[in-house]
T-cell receptor
């Protein structure tokens, strides 16, 4: 199976909450990130969490980490049409190890 | 602050031809990365530079791909000769140092016919 897995598509109505889920296999993952990619634009780091944390909140974004199950989620509250993009779950080990990306979840927000 | 610049934005070539991509990182960023993003997949690291030295090129197909960062600033990635499966977006990223936040450029979309 893939190192980092996430569902490929998610569709939500404007104003609802979006939850994007991700699982990973490498238990040595120290840093876990969520990146956003909009058409024609570069990848943008949205938020990150260290493996010794289980939750991080940043305005409309909430990241939950279940280290035992190797499960990461990103919740976007009050989803807006501007949130439509591809969201990548990314992990990295300690030291200078490379970023490992999932295939991305395409979020579509319906007005 | 200017972001990571890449050129060209789009390139169409025929298989067996050569192509080169250019990247100008954020000023002061010592670490530079090249990624390949095939349609429907996440980016995959090809090569990482620290200043003008290669840190990791384990995923670079060295029979056809080469990259350099001679003066520790700009970088070029070359493919020679190109194959159909090289069609992808090539992303350049830079960071202050190894392990620091990476900032990505807009990418170069390569189509090999």
């Amino acid at each position: 199976g893939e190192d980092v897995e996430q569902s490929l598509f998610l569709s939500v109505r404007e104003g609802d909450s979006s939850v994007i889920n991700c699982t990973y296999t490498d238990s040595s993952s120290t840093y876990l990130y969520w990146y956003k990619q909009e058409p024609g634009a570069g990848l943008q780091l949205l938020t990150y969490i260290f493996s010794n944390m289980d939750m991080k909140q940043d305005q409309r974004l909430t990241v939950l980490l279940n280290k035992k199950d190797k499960h990461l989620s990103l919740r976007i509250a009050d989803t807006q049409t501007g949130d439509s993009a591809i969201y990548f779950c990314v992990r990295r080990g300690s030291g200078n190890t490379p970023l490992v990306f999932g295939k991305g979840t395409r979020l579509s927000v319906i007005a | 602050e200017a972001g990571v610049a890449q050129s060209p934005r789009y390139k169409i070539i025929e298989k067996r031809q050569s192509v080169a991509f250019w990247c100008n990182p954020i000023s002061g960023h010592a670490t530079l990365y090249w990624y390949q993003q095939i349609l429907g997949q996440g980016p995959k690291l090809l090569i990482q530079f620290q200043n003008n030295g290669v840190v990791d090129d384990s995923q670079l197909p060295k029979d056809r791909f080469s990259a350099e960062r001679l003066k520790g600033v700009d970088s070029t990635l070359k493919i020679q000769p190109a194959k159909l499966e090289d069609s992808a977006v090539y992303l350049c990223a830079s960071s202050l140092g190894q392990g620091s936040e990476q900032f990505f450029g807009p990418g170069t979309r390569l189509t090999v016919l």
